[in-house]
């Protein structure tokens, strides 16, 4: 009887050690490397500056008038937001972010009005010089489909191409306004604001790849080209880039 009970004791561990060993389903198997719903963070970094500026003239006869402008921009600043993904397909997904970022740019112009008299010795003319100042932040909203280069249930990192519309608009723009009059006289103005167009589209596309460290986390380098199909900005010396390169990292998990 202790014999018997021995016996089946043994054959149950057995059975136990046996199963343990054996391999899970296929089903149990499958482990998603690119997960069907991801979010994280974005970082953003332009390689070009946001405004094309240099050098304009402009003249008139009537009335008459003269001006030339100088305008520069600061180098583009760093930006980021967040990210947040659908897989559609085994290689196909859908990244939409909202990224926020800061630019300004600043003109110096100088108007000559009227006419000069070669009778007088000094000149007739009027001359006013204008600084403007303007700063803003730009809200874009990409929309992309990511198409991945292995299956999101095969293991290691992999290779993505994507394309899809951007939609960007500006937000918190502040114009700055300082005029210096002939005789000295200075005064500044935080108004009109410059013409503008509040909100453009675009046509982003790019490449990247995703790798995942050893604790799930997947970091996701990439480089976006977008054409914007207007210019949000066209003044007098300076015009909004619409050809815009951005290297991009992002965190997501």
């Not at 926020?100 to 600043?106: Q, V």
């Not at 006419?115 to 909203?141: A, C, G, H, K």
């Not at 299956?151 to 519309?165: S, T």
């Amino acid at each position: 009887m202790r014999v018997s009970a021995l016996l089946a004791l043994g054959a149950l561990c057995g059975a136990t050690v046996f199963a343990q060993n054996q391999p899970l389903p296929p089903e149990l198997q499958r482990r998603a490397y690119v997960r069907r719903v991801s979010a994280g963070v974005t970082f953003t970094v332009p390689v070009l500056t946001q405004f094309v500026t240099g050098f304009d003239y402009f003249a008139r006869e009537t009335p008459p008038l003269e001006a030339s402008v100088e305008s520069n921009t600061r180098r583009s600043y760093a930006g980021g937001g967040l990210t947040l993904q659908f897989a559609v397909t085994e290689r196909t997904a859908i990244n939409l972010s909202a990224l926020l970022r800061k630019a300004e740019f600043t003109t110096q112009r100088t108007e000559i009005a009227g006419v000069d008299n070669p009778n007088t010795l000094i000149d007739d003319r009027v001359r006013t010089d204008i600084r403007e100042s303007v700063r803003l932040r730009y809200l874009d909203f990409p929309i992309l489909v990511r198409y991945y280069t292995r299956g999101h249930h095969q293991r290691g990192d992999r290779w993505f191409l994507q394309a899809g519309p951007n939609f960007r608009s500006v937000r918190r723009l502040r114009d700055n306004i300082k005029t210096t009059a002939q005789d000295g006289a200075v005064t500044e103005a935080n108004t009109p604001l410059p013409p503008y167009t509040r909100r453009v589209t675009g046509i982003t596309a790019g490449f990247g790849a995703q790798l995942i460290d050893p604790v799930g986390v997947r970091v996701i380098p990439e480089v976006r080209y977008t054409r914007w199909l207007d210019p949000q900005f066209k003044l007098f010396g300076v015009q909004s880039r619409r050809d815009h390169i951005e290297v991009m990292i992002s965190f997501t998990f």
